[in-house]
Every structure is written in structure tokens, then in C-alpha cells.
């Protein structure tokens, strides 16, 4: 039994699928969903937490039906939204204590060892509002883990973050892992994903198009990445072999199946529509690349609907 | 601990701390005692401080219950919901600790101006009334309590709560007995005044100062609130889901 499986998990916002027939079956793991805004994430998380009826499919947490055993799944997960929303005018022991009373953890001993755990205990009796915004997100993970839940859900757990502050948050999260815990995580921060997480789904227009480890799926795309530093927007140049994956005001991007023959392809087309290439570099591909492979430029679809927009956030 | 106390005492905290908010609330209601209560010339009454302190006492309530949903919006709009909605604990504890907190804060409102209003020179605060005249408000608070934050349910943004409850508040209080009483009303106001709910609560207490003491307006009071009470959390139920 694993911790998370869903069996053709749908919802539809009127028109609108947002998520699509989704399988996935999730355990002891740390498992990134990655997607564009609007794919589909924070639905299917809000699906799994029981804060979203499912229109059609199922989902069990730890063997438990979201819709049916709604108060059972509650129980044996935590929800950290991207929202960041811990009491300012709460003290952190205070903001800790206050969801070990929710779920009825009994005794200090608990909220004492999860801010120990989230490296607070020095600042337990500072107000919250006198956190930095990597401490308030630790705080939030304090107060999920105060009742030793098997499953995690964080919904962008290191936005607005410094870098110093994501770092802290994906050490802890490993350790949790290696607690035996199951985090589900979403995220748009690739390189992160790259690095933190065990397997990576890729969603896009709410239907899951990958599910592998990074490192299997950036190896799935093959070949070799390209980048060309220019001193203007480049025109897109065709070259035979190359496929190109991005265009900036100063960069092309390519993937190639064989650089040494894409390269000198390149630079002469480039040169000849008069663009000047200051810089070259070849990589194996990233999972910004396997990403854009996957789930393409999803962005530039139709005009932004924003009555479905109003409906969907209603009906969170 | 129970979760309707646990969430209680999460909001009395936050309100507490705030500082500025304790004391602004109070500013409205006290400047109509001394500002009307004191200075109005009036005939029905020789001691008209008497007359309208029962009114401003129901108007400190009305504007604090009505302005308590904004905590709940409060609460959705920043993520506290969608995160208390996760938790295992009965998802009502959330709406009835709101409903608890709005109250008490109310009712610690309208001591502040009971305080003010005996300190000014109402003679009507027999321990008796006091009793009497916090069970009124209390159960006049659940009522708007349960009302605003079925409102803050359907309300999207701060912005709308505040303008529909600039719409209802005043409108609710002037058009109730808390400035004179129906005799000296014109016959239109005074229809509208007799209907209003303001005025059931502001005539219980007034009529424990001088009984008769209407004891079928307090079973319609606890009738109301009751049925708004559940009209609240089966709208909370209905949203959540």
C-alpha cells in the first residue's frame, strides 16, 4: 500500500479540465510535481489535503479514500501552502502549540522537539513577526510535523526565499524522507527538483505527460544543450540536428543530438543574419529543458479566462 | 482542548496583541454616549443617558459582530483556512470558535462602555441588569456573528465585506429604538423600527429596567440566533467541501 495512489483522478472546473485521469502511486519518497502555472498542481494537491472534491477518479492516502475517510486522511497528513501564513503576532512556541492542540498532541515535549528539528528553538518565544522568511517557512514545517504525519504536502515550500533559506528548507525535507516520510512537493524551481527530489512527475493541461527520477528523464531527452550568448534577440536559425528550446533577448538555446555538427551549423547561420555570438557553452541537457520538451510553452494558449479564474479560486 | 477554544484563544491572542484595534473599536460607541447620551436635548425622558445607554450597548455589539467577519476573510484570504481545513479536528470548531471569539470581543467592548456609560451617570446597572444585559448581548452577539461570517464566506475581498457591512450597520441602528422610543417615531420609521432585530435586543434590556420584562422578545432572540447559528455552519459546510 502506497502512501499516495490516485486512479484516474479528475477535475473539471465547468468547461476547464484542470486535472486529467491522473495514476501516480507516491511512497517514502520526496516526489516533485513540476508544471506551468495553471497545469493542474495545486488542484491535485488540494484533491489529495480533502480541501477539493474530486469530480471523477479516486485517491487513497495511506489507504484511505479522500472523499469517503476524509477525517482519517486529515489525520495522517499536513498541508503547507505557498500562502506562508503563520500568526506575526503569535510567538513560534505559541504558533507551534496552537496545531499541536488542533491534533491533539498532548505535552510541550512534542512542539519543543519539532522547533529543535527546524533549528527555532533559540527564537521559540519571539513573536513570528520577527522572523526572517526562511524561519516563518520553517515554522510552517514545524507545524506539520508536530503530529508525525506519514505524508507532507508543500506547495512551493521555497518561494520568496534566499538562497540560503531554499537550501535549509531541502535539507530538511531530505531528513524527513529519511525519517520515512513521504513528501509531495510542487515546485517551479527546476535545479531545486533537479537536486531534492527522487522522482519528478511533469504536468501539463492537468494531464501527467512523465513520471521518472531527474537524472532518468534528462537522460530520456538524449542528446546535448547548446547555449549561444548573442548580443541581440538572435532570429530563430534552423539548423538540421538542432532543435531550438529557447530564445532570449541575449541567448538561443538548442538541443542537439550531436553538438560537433549542430555547432559550426549554428555559428555560421547566426553570423550570417549578422549576430555576433560572444559566448558558447555545451551541456547535457537540464530539467529546464526536459520540462519545456514536456510540457511545452503553455503560457501563450488562449486569453486569460478570468471568470474560470474567479471560479476556480471560489471554489477552493 | 476543545478546537472551538483552541481556535478562541488563537484569535483572542492575535486581537489582544494588536493594540491599536482594542481601543479604536471603542472610540465610535463612546463618543455616542457622551457626544448624544449627554448633550441631546430631549422631552420623552428626563435622564436620557439611561434611555440610550441599553441602545449603545447593543451598538457596540452590532459593530463588533458585524464587523467580525472580516476576520474570517481574513483568515482565507492569507491561507489560515485552506491550512485549518486540512487539520483533523471537526471543520465546524473553525466557524464556532469565530463565532465565540466575535462575541466575547463584543461583549468586553460593551463592558468598556457599560463602565463609561455607570462613570458618565446612568443610574439603570444594577448587578441584575449587568447579568441580565450580557446574556442579551451575548446571544444578539452569536447572532451577528453567525451572520457576518456567513457573509465573509461569500465575500471575496476585504474591500466587499466592508462595503456590505457600511450598507447594513448604520442603517440597522438608525432605524431601531436605540435613540428614542416608538412613541415619539413617525408612523413609517416606526413600523420599520418594530421589525428591526437592533430593537428586540435594545427593548429586552430596556425592558428589564422597566418591567414588564419582554420574555417572548428573548425566546425569538434565541430562536433567531439559533437558526442563523445553523443557517452559518451549513453554509460553511457547503463552501468547504
Excluded at chain 1, 2 to 21: H, S, Y
Excluded at chain 1, 154 to 163: A, C, K, M, N, R
Excluded at chain 2, 69 to 94: Q, T, V, W, Y
Amino acid at each position: 500500500m502506497a502512501a499516495i495512489e490516485t486512479a484516474g483522478l479528475t477535475r473539471r472546473f465547468g468547461e476547464l479540465v484542470a486535472v486529467d485521469a491522473l495514476d501516480l502511486a507516491i511512497d517514502r519518497e520526496v516526489f516533485g510535481i513540476l508544471g506551468p502555472n495553471g497545469s493542474g498542481k495545486t488542484t491535485t494537491v488540494l484533491m489529495l489535503t480533502t480541501l477539493l472534491r474530486p469530480t471523477a477518479g479516486s485517491a487513497r492516502i495511506a489507504g484511505h479514500d479522500v472523499v469517503r475517510e476524509a477525517a482519517r486522511v486529515r489525520e495522517r497528513i499536513s498541508y503547507v501552502p505557498q500562502d506562508m501564513a503563520v500568526d506575526i503576532k503569535l510567538t513560534g512556541r505559541e504558533n507551534v502549540s496552537f496545531y499541536a492542540a488542533l491534533y491533539g498532541v498532548a505535552g510541550h515535549d512534542r512542539v519543543d522537539e519539532v522547533l529543535g528539528i527546524m533549528d527555532l528553538a533559540d527564537r521559540a518565544d519571539d513573536l513570528a513577526g520577527t522572523y526572517s522568511g526562511g524561519m516563518r517557512r520553517r515554522l510552517e514545517l514545524a507545524q506539520a510535523l508536530v503530529h508525525e504525519p506519514g505524508v507532507l504536502f508543500l506547495d512551493e515550500p521555497t518561494i520568496g526565499l534566499d538562497v540560503a533559506g531554499r537550501r535549509a528548507i531541502w535539507t530538511h525535507i531530505a531528513e524527513l524522507r529519511e525519517r520515512g516520510m513521504t513528501v509531495f512537493v510542487t515546485t517551479h524551481y527546476m535545479d531545486e527538483a533537479d537536486q531534492a527530489c527522487d522522482r519528478v512527475g511533469v504536468i501539463a493541461k492537468g494531464q501527467l505527460v512523465a513520471v521518472d527520477a531527474p537524472s532518468a528523464l534528462r537522460h530520456r531527452l538524449g542528446g546535448e544543450r547548446i547555449s549561444l550568448q548573442t548580443d541581440r534577440l538572435a532570429p530563430p536559425v534552423a539548423v538540421e540536428g538542432a532543435r531550438l528550446v529557447r530564445r532570449e533577448p541575449d541567448r538561443l538555446v538548442y538541443h542537439a543530438d550531436d553538438a560537433a555538427d549542430a555547432v559550426p551549423a549554428l555559428l555560421a547561420g547566426l553570423a550570417s543574419a549578422g549576430v555576433r555570438v560572444s559566448g558558447l557553452e555545451v551541456a547535457a541537457p537540464t530539467l529546464d529543458d526536459v520540462f519545456l520538451a514536456l510540457a511545452g510553452r503553455q503560457d501563450e494558449g488562449g486569453a486569460f479566462d478570468y471568470r474560470q479564474f474567479r471560479n476556480m479560486i471560489r471554489r477552493r | 482542548m476543545n478546537a472551538v477554544l483552541v481556535y478562541f484563544v488563537r484569535d483572542m491572542r492575535r486581537w489582544i496583541r494588536g493594540r491599536f484595534n482594542v481601543w479604536s473599536a471603542l472610540i465610535m460607541p463612546a463618543a455616542w454616549l457622551v457626544f448624544v447620551g449627554l448633550a441631546l436635548p430631549t422631552k420623552f425622558t428626563d435622564h436620557y443617558l439611561d434611555f440610550i445607554a441599553p441602545g449603545i450597548l447593543v451598538l457596540t455589539m452590532l459593530s463588533a459582530g458585524m464587523q467580525g467577519g472580516s476576520s474570517l476573510i481574513f483568515d482565507k484570504i492569507l491561507g489560515f483556512l485552506n491550512k485549518f481545513l486540512a487539520l483533523p479536528s471537526p471543520r465546524e470548531a473553525i466557524l464556532f470558535g469565530k463565532i465565540l471569539f466575535i462575541t466575547v470581543r463584543g461583549l468586553l467592548q460593551a463592558s468598556v462602555i457599560m463602565v463609561l456609560a455607570v462613570l458618565l451617570g446612568a443610574t439603570i446597572f444594577t448587578p441584575a441588569m449587568i447579568a441580565f444585559a450580557y446574556g442579551v448581548l451575548f446571544i444578539f452577539g452569536v447572532l451577528l456573528s453567525a451572520f457576518s461570517t456567513a457573509i465573509a464566506l461569500y465575500v471575496e475581498d476585504h474591500d466587499g465585506y466592508a462595503a456590505i457591512n457600511a450598507l447594513l450597520s448604520m442603517p440597522l441602528f438608525f432605524t431601531s429604538s436605540a435613540l428614542m422610543p416608538y412613541s415619539v417615531m413617525p408612523p413609517w420609521l416606526r413600523t420599520i423600527a418594530q421589525y428591526n432585530p437592533v430593537s428586540f435586543a435594545i427593548d429586552l434590556i430596556r425592558s428589564f429596567a422597566a418591567p414588564p420584562v419582554l420574555w417572548a422578545s428573548l425566546v425569538g432572540l434565541v430562536a433567531v440566533a439559533l437558526l442563523m447559528v445553523a443557517l452559518s455552519s451549513f453554509l460553511f459546510r457547503r463552501v468547504t467541501v
